[in-house]
């Protein structure tokens, strides 16, 4: 997400521009990076530390989002959550993104038999509910961190995979490319030097909406018990740890899902009002 | 033209058919792979060599993975779904009941959010650019963009909390009269309405919006029709294709929506059993689900794409 914030920023200096929504949309994103980054040294109390005598307490000066279901502090426990469901998160899009990409412009430059074999297996992969294959997967492996991110990773390959694809296949046809082909490049080559660089914008736009998507199936599987576990705990896990408070109205299990919430609008938004010179410059 | 639609269509129930197999393959996989020796883990701590031995013989675990996965895949089509581990139930008998919940919570949404979400995205659609469009535009962004819980958890502080209308997160099963039973079902089914209607709304607006910038509908404009006129008898019979497409696909969210609704509200139906599964790993139970599941997505987005090939008049 911060090469999409950053690209942004860089071609408004250029000359486009880019509207109010998206730059508040930005501004949230960037949030919450710093904090992710920073949490351990802003948060007020350690997370662990039962700080409050009574639990579910209301928010207040000292406990600015009130205290949990043991009487700990919420502000703290939401602040390093923001690390988990980022860079847990940040991880799996990464993976997803190299990997689909990689076989998509590869399935693109070979065509033939290799394309119609991965999009075949891909198209199967996808075809499977994402929320059933984690659900799956969980079962069988356990849910640790590294776990987690290699299969909602591997959830989202096909997404991006087809994607880059796409685009990649109308690139491939250009005669640039031909003639790199009949110069002799390598593989490599081609994806490297001709291909990616002319992709790259829709492609890092598209893994953004991905980034949405993962952010939303990782809060569910928390949520469910079945993605982070303690001692750590993301912001679905936060909600699921304060779900007894829920009748009382409860900060401590509202702020978490406004957390999650503010962070995938602001992403959305920031998308949506991104100048479309970026977003489908080279779709076109 | 006729045999090219046919073709079109045998084609994509081939490429479904092909597409069951290895999410079945994927599915059995998933779940064999696991650390840990069955017939150990039925037989406790305690067992003998020779009766671990024994066991793994009586369910072929030492055959070839290939083999056992065509047996278990025989056994789904005959309807036999094996015995589950933790109580030692047949898994068709566990399901069974599970599966009509499931479905009666789903068929209810259905009936409840299609009317729904297409009188609002056709509206939306006739009032482009209205301050009505925009606000639904921006609610629309509000719930995809939210997880599934948190439009449930709102549902239970609005709905029990504030307003105190409804019990909260509790799913009774004494169900007598037509009241209790919408008390019971109102919630679940609320959210879920909510969840897949956001998505049907955006993609029928989308295709009748399409329908309205082609040059007959401004020919119709031209003409002096009115705009409902233009909207019910030029636009929408050609948007028709795109929006049952977009129902069908819509109806697919379902399957991720009721995961999350059946665990908040408690209700018995296959999602809760698949979750308690997991926490139980009791995998014959668990592939069942999951097959369950995914042939039941792998349907709808057939049909989809059937309709969409059959509602395209290019085709015929």
Not at chain 1, 60 to 82: F, N, P, Q, V
Not at chain 2, 301 to 309: K, N, P, Q, R
Request: with cysteine.
């Amino acid at each position: 997400m911060t090469s999409d914030a950053t690209s942004a920023g860089r071609r408004s200096r250029l000359g486009y521009r880019i509207n109010a929504v998206g730059i508040a949309g930005a501004l949230i994103v960037a949030f919450w990076i710093v904090v992710a980054f920073a949490a351990p040294s802003i948060i007020p109390h350690p997370i662990g530390d039962i700080v409050d005598s009574d639990y579910f307490g209301p928010m207040g000066r000292e406990l600015w989002l009130g205290s949990d279901y043991l009487g700990r502090d919420m502000a703290s426990r939401i602040l390093m959550g923001a690390r988990y469901t980022l860079g847990i998160s940040v991880a799996s899009v990464i993976i997803a993104g190299a990997a689909g990409v990689t076989l998509g412009v590869i399935a693109a430059i070979m065509g033939g038999a290799v394309d119609m074999v991965l999009s075949r297996l891909l198209d199967a992969l996808n075809s499977i509910p994402s929320k059933l294959f984690s659900l799956v997967v969980v079962a069988a492996v356990g849910s640790s961190i590294p776990v987690l991110i290699v299969t909602m990773a591997v959830i989202y390959i096909p997404g991006a995979y087809r994607f880059a694809r796409a685009l990649a296949v109308n690139i491939n046809t250009m005669d640039f490319v031909v003639v790199a082909r009949i110069r002799g490049e390598s593989l490599s080559y081609l994806i490297r030097a001709e291909i990616l660089p002319n992709i790259i914008g829709p492609v890092l736009v598209d893994l953004g909406l991905r980034f949405v998507f993962i952010v939303l199936l990782l809060s569910g599987l928390s949520f469910l018990g079945l993605g982070v576990k303690p001692p750590y705990a993301d912001w679905g896990a936060l909600v699921r740890e304060n779900i007894g408070g829920l009748p009382y109205a409860a900060p401590a299990v509202i702020f978490p899902s406004l957390a999650i919430a503010s962070l995938t609008i602001a992403v959305n938004l920031l998308i949506d009002n991104l100048p479309t010179k970026i977003r489908d410059r080279e779709a076109s | 033209m006729k045999h090219r639609i046919a073709s079109l269509v045998l084609a994509r129930l081939a490429i479904a058919l092909v597409t069951a197999i290895i999410v079945s393959f994927a599915v059995f996989f998933a779940t064999a792979m696991l650390p840990g020796d069955t017939a150990t883990i039925l037989l406790g701590q305690a067992a003998t060599p020779e009766a671990v031995e024994g066991l793994r013989k009586a369910m072929h675990l030492d055959d070839p993975a290939i083999f056992r996965f065509l047996r278990w895949l025989a056994g789904v089509v005959h309807g036999d779904l094996g015995v589950s581990y933790a109580n030692n139930m047949p898994v068709a008998k566990l399901i069974g009941g599970r599966l009509v919940n499931t479905l009666k919570l789903a068929g209810l949404t259905a009936i409840i959010a299609v009317p729904l979400a297409l009188t609002l995205g056709i509206t939306a659609a006739m009032l482009r650019n209205t301050l009505y469009d925009r606000c639904l535009t921006i609610a629309i962004i509000g719930i995809v963009s939210v997880p599934e819980f948190m439009i449930a958890t709102l549902a239970v502080l609005l709905f029990a909390v504030y307003l105190n209308w409804l019990p909260a997160v509790s799913f009774t099963s004494e169900i007598r009269t037509a009241y209790d039973f919408a008390r019971a079902y109102a919630m679940p089914v609320v959210t879920l309405t909510i969840v897949i209607s956001a998505q049907m709304i955006r993609m029928s607006r989308a295709a009748v919006v399409e329908t309205l910038n082609t040059p007959y509908v401004e020919m119709a404009l031209l003409k002096g029709a009115s705009r409902g006129r233009i909207v019910l008898r030029h636009a929408l019979p050609n948007a028709l294709g795109p929006i049952v497409n977009a129902v069908a696909l819509s109806l697919s969210y379902l399957l991720g929506g009721v995961i999350i609704v059946e665990t908040i509200f408690n209700y018995p139906g296959v999602a809760k059993l698949m979750v308690d599964a997991v926490s139980t790993r009791d995998l014959p139970l668990i592939q069942s689900c999951a097959i369950i599941f995914c042939f039941g997505f792998l349907l709808l987005t057939t049909t989809a794409d059937i309709i969409a090939i059959l509602s395209n008049p290019r085709l015929r």
